[in-house]
């Protein structure tokens, strides 16, 4: 069992910045892939960033690469998603996912076991 918890959501104007954190407990085993998506009103839930945490690779979406950071602490205890230059088009609840896609398919929301309760984040223009 993997429990997720995010935070750091918030309102924010467009051009602003906001940090999320998930805190992670449970089987480091069931976290082979660790991971950001979201999920807008009548949108398919969608990768935002993922991290294969064998490696420490971390993959982006591509249109959101060069504004958002993912990034882990050493024990892969806690995640974080550093977003930038926020667009209105970044609203959307942010969820912190884990699971054991198989290699190379940490991309994949539809392969996560584990899902925290998700962050609203909302930018206005």
């Known amino acids: 069992q993997v429990q997720l918890v995010e935070s750091g959501g918030g309102s924010v104007q467009a051009g602003g910045s906001l940090r999320l954190s998930c805190a992670a407990s449970?089987?480091?085993?069931?976290?082979?892939?660790m991971g950001w998506f979201r999920q807008a009103p009548g949108k398919a839930r969608e990768e935002v960033a993922t991290?294969?945490?064998?490696?420490?690779?971390?993959d982006y979406a591509d249109s959101l690469k060069g504004r958002f950071t993912a990034s882990q602490d050493n024990a892969r205890n806690t995640l974080w998603l550093q977003m930038n230059s926020l667009k209105p088009e970044d609203t959307a609840m942010y969820y912190c996912?884990?699971?054991?896609?198989?290699?190379?398919?940490?991309?994949?929301?539809?392969?996560?076991?584990?899902w925290g309760q998700g962050t609203q984040v909302t930018v206005s223009s």
């Open positions: 991290i294969y945490t064998p490696t420490g690779y971390i």
């Open positions: 996912a884990a699971g054991r896609p198989a290699y190379g398919s940490c991309y994949r929301p539809d392969l996560y076991q584990y």
């Open positions: 449970g089987s480091p085993a069931s976290r082979y892939c």
